[in-house]
């Protein structure tokens, strides 16, 4: 099963729901400048951290800078065995711009 692209307002709708994951896969000094409500900064170096400590069931949208680097991660954490992954559309960016009170530091 493919990974699914989600909206920003989608994403805001689902961060509703208290298991989903936000996997920001930005450079981290970027992440570390500001980043959605409740983030992680998932990288090369903790990937396996990650998979080890997240339910294969639980909703995770991967963000990167303007959604297209997310695709390729979201797909490997398809190939992974994850379920239920997105890949969120304008990235960060676009986040910021549309929601740019729920901009965390």
Sequence with gaps: MPFKHISVTQTKALMQRDDVVIADIRDPN??????MPGAIHLSNA????????KDYEQPIVVVCYHG????????????????DVYSMDGGFTQWALEQPESVSQ
């Design 30 to 35: 970027a992440f570390a400048a500001g980043h």
């Design 68 to 83: 297209v680097s997310s695709q390729g991660a979201a797909n490997y954490l398809i190939e992974q065995g994850f379920e």
């Design 46 to 53: 903790n990937i396996g951290q990650f998979m080890v400590e």
